[in-house]
Structure formats: structure tokens, C-alpha cells
């Protein structure tokens, strides 16, 4: 969104619309901090790191934002993305990481099940199978904070509360 709003400004034209959707993603990354906060546990995990399935591009995400903003506030986050690996980051993905998040190596998390096990909030953040059929196993001591969701908005996964935006 970054890139065509500044090869807009290059042209000299002015995209009120586009330009109001960097005002709402923050927005959304706000109310995603805020439910996380609501929920008064400290303990975090986040299932999905880069834009989509297939791909490890990190640059401007929205959910590195967030992480960013839950570890700057203290909270204890595992972070589990099957797409993004630290050894194959490289050139300007890697760097932005490197900006963002250099602390990601250790918030990193091999598995879903390691990432969910000591967290007491759970956030999606991206849909893969693999999450889908871990996430129907929660049980009642969860929170299932879900940032894309492919569920009904009152659906209770096996007893785990669920919230979330963008319904």
C-alpha cells in the first residue's frame, strides 16, 4: 500500500481512498492490541506472521506491528509461522525484520503445538489448516482471539472463547 501511495505522490495524484486504508489497517492492529490487553493475561501466542500462506515477506505487516507493540509492552509472546524461517529471510525482508523485530529469533516458535502450549491468548493471524485443526482442540483455560477468521463470530471452539475482528 506503502509503494503505491508513494508512486502516486510521484504522479501527483491524490488517492483519498487508498489513503484511508493505511488509517484503518492501523486502526485494526489497535483493536487487535486492545482485545489482547482486555483479556488481562500475559502470555501470547501468535499463529501467523507474513501477509499470507506461501509466503515468508514480512515488509510492513501488520502483525510484526502488532508484535512489536505486545513485546514493547512487556507481554510474553511465541510467535508460529511455518512460512517465515530466519535462515531463508534475505535482503530487504530480512532487513525490515531485523528493524522491526530483532528480537524475533527468540519469540520464534518450531511448532504450533510448542507456541500454544504456554500461552493463554491465542491470535490468528493467518488461516493454514494445520492452525484450523489445532485451534478445534482448545479447550475452556483459552482465548482465541482470531484476526481472520473463517468462523461465525459466536462460534465457541471446544469451549475456548472466542473473539475477534473483522466480522
Not at 482485545?35 to 514480512?58: E, P, Y
Amino acid at each position: 500500500m506503502r509503494a503505491i501511495l508513494y508512486k502516486a505522490k510521484e504522479l501527483d495524484v491524490e488517492p483519498p481512498v487508498l489513503r484511508s486504508i493505511l488509517a484503518s489497517n492501523t486502526r485494526h492492529i489497535e483493536e487487535a492490541f486492545r482485545l489482547v490487553k482486555n483479556t488481562g493475561k500475559r502470555r501470547i501466542a501468535i499463529l501467523g506472521l507474513s501477509f499470507k500462506v506461501g509466503t515468508d515477506d514480512l515488509r510492513e505487516s501488520p502483525i510484526a506491528e502488532l508484535v512489536e507493540m505486545l513485546v514493547g509492552k512487556g507481554y510474553w509472546l511465541a510467535v508460529y509461522d511455518r512460512d517465515v524461517s530466519l535462515a531463508r529471510l534475505h535482503g530487504s525482508n530480512r532487513a525490515y525484520i531485523e528493524q522491526t523485530i530483532p528480537h524475533l529469533s527468540r519469540l520464534l516458535f518450531e511448532s504450533i503445538d510448542d507456541a500454544i502450549a504456554e500461552a493463554d491468548v491465542i491470535v490468528v493471524a493467518k488461516r493454514s489448516p494445520e492452525a484450523e485443526e489445532r485451534l478445534r482442540t482448545l479447550g475452556p483455560d483459552k482465548i482465541l482471539i482470531d484476526l481472520a477468521p473463517s468462523k461465525s463470530p459466536n462460534e465457541v471452539m471446544n469451549g475456548a472463547v472466542y473473539e475477534g475482528i473483522c466480522w
